[in-house]
């Protein structure tokens, strides 16, 4: 079945670079995406790569795809104290409408 | 503020009830979402509508049951609440009806049950 496994907890130092971690199993996943969560506030997009691609850049965020082992993973460059959030990896797959399944969540902590 | 609202933001309520959740999506969005947060099973996908029709379905209890109205509003009703219904529940909207349509939340719904 579906699934989408990450690591729970990650702090770094502000100024260091982040990388979460991500594996999925459904190899006909189309597009995958990481979203970010405050507390006390809804999901936001970040950034999402179609499964086709192995690198996507945004500002201080990469995204990296291993297709062949399943993994994704987001480096945030230059990490800020307001970075500090519960990451979510997400995955979508094919014709199944907007479905998308969830990771865990990473909670990021960013020390000063 | 992703354009989505939700209401209420709290809601307790006690064993054996019923409650219903709202959600309006943004302006122009057709397809509208359901998730549930929870401590022990995380974010779980429930359902989905476009356009008024159901569109995907995920592990949603048969005691829940949702729908979208003409004017692309959706409720999510819970009914014969147990003490594990207790969750954060969101909605979400999309322009159309899957990827790699953005998907924005709204702030949740915030369920307990007693």
């Known amino acids: 079945g579906e699934d989408v496994e990450q690591s729970l907890f990650l702090s770094v130092r502000e100024g260091d670079s982040s990388v979460i971690n991500c594996t999925y199993t459904?190899?006909?996943?189309?597009?995958l995406y990481w979203y970010k969560q405050e507390p006390g506030a809804g999901l936001q997009l970040l950034t999402y790569?179609?499964?086709?691609?192995d690198m996507k850049q945004d500002q201080r965020l990469t995204v990296l795809l291993n297709k062949k082992d399943k993994h994704l993973s987001l480096r945030i460059a230059d990490t800020q104290t307001g970075d500090s959030a519960i990451y979510f990896c997400a995955e979508s797959g094919f014709n199944q409408g907007g479905k998308l399944i969830f990771g865990q969540g990473t909670e990021l902590s960013v020390k000063p | 503020d992703s354009g989505v609202t939700q209401t209420p933001k709290h809601l307790i309520t006690a064993t054996g009830q019923r409650v219903t959740l709202r959600c309006s999506p943004r302006?122009?969005?057709?397809?509208v979402y359901w998730y549930q947060q929870s401590l022990d099973q995380g974010l779980q996908f429930l359902i989905q509508y476009y356009n008024g029709e159901e569109r995907a379905k995920g592990n949603i209890l048969e005691r829940f049951s949702a729908q979208q109205f003409p004017d692309l509003h959706s409720e999510l009703n819970l009914s014969s609440l147990e003490l594990g219904d207790s969750a954060l529940y969101f909605c979400?909207?999309?322009?159309?009806?899957?990827?790699?349509?953005?998907?924005?939340f709204g702030p949740g719904t915030r369920l307990t049950v007693l």
């Open positions: 459904d190899s006909s996943s189309t597009y």
């Open positions: 979400a909207s999309s322009a159309g009806q899957g990827p790699p349509d953005t998907q924005y």
């Open positions: 302006s122009g969005d057709l397809s």
């Open positions: 790569i179609f499964s086709n691609m």
